[in-house]
């Protein structure tokens, strides 16, 4: 088995890329061990001394370190535990709480702006921050203030506020007037 290393923007966090699949759908966070519970694969990598957060995409796994520790001293026992994992044939979730798209639903009189956020989310944005390591989620959408949630490799990325502001905001007050700001929430 061969894993692929990408760097991302958050200097603290590494995209690694097992070659198969992480997860059928969705994405999932565990930006602690101890909720990483009902995921053998994140539990093996929180094992790892200097390991702070764990994210899946569908084919990617990014790990986010401590500051005192150098990715040369960890990488190595990470790129061991992803392959530990495959070789265990174990799932990398179990149990009910399977990940979904990060979608809330929205009721009432903003349902039709809503749904062309997250159209606009999945369609343009999502995408592009996998690419980087990471997943955006929409939290909610009042008085013209969309809510977004950053995980993985977004979360604690020295540019997330720049591109919360510059790439998302623009992007969604250009297609839908009623937006007017887009803020982070922390969940």
């Known amino acids: 088995m061969f894993i692929q290393t990408e760097s991302t923007p958050n200097p603290a966090t590494l995209k690694f890329l097992p070659g198969q699949a992480v997860l059928d759908a969705g994405t999932a966070d565990f930006p602690s061990a101890d909720a990483a519970g009902n995921s053998p694969l994140a539990s093996r990598i929180f094992a790892v001394d200097g390991v702070t957060g764990v994210f899946f995409g569908t084919d990617f796994v990014t790990v986010t370190k401590g500051e005192a520790v150098d990715w040369d001293h960890i990488k190595p026992a990470i790129l061991g535990a992803i392959m530990e994992h495959y070789q265990?044939?174990?799932?990398?979730?179990?149990?009910?709480?399977?990940?979904?798209?990060?979608?809330?639903?929205?009721?009432?009189?903003?349902?039709?702006?809503?749904?062309?956020?997250?159209?606009?989310?999945?369609?343009?944005?999502?995408?592009?921050?996998?690419?980087?390591?990471?997943?955006?989620?929409?939290?909610?959408?009042?008085?013209?203030?969309?809510?977004?949630?950053?995980?993985?490799?977004?979360?604690g990325c020295p540019s997330s506020t720049l591109t919360l502001k510059m790439g998302i905001e623009n992007l969604l007050r250009h297609y839908i007037p009623e937006v007017t700001e887009v803020r982070p929430v922390a969940v």
Do not use: N, W
Request: net charge negative; glycine share 16%.
């Open 88 to 155: 265990s044939g174990q799932p990398a979730m179990t149990g009910e709480d399977q990940p979904g798209s990060g979608h809330a639903d929205h009721e009432g009189p903003d349902s039709e702006v809503v749904g062309q956020i997250k159209e606009l989310l999945d369609t343009r944005v999502r995408p592009a921050v996998a690419q980087d390591g990471g997943d955006i989620t929409f939290h909610g959408f009042d008085r013209g203030v969309v809510y977004l949630h950053m995980q993985g490799a977004c979360a």
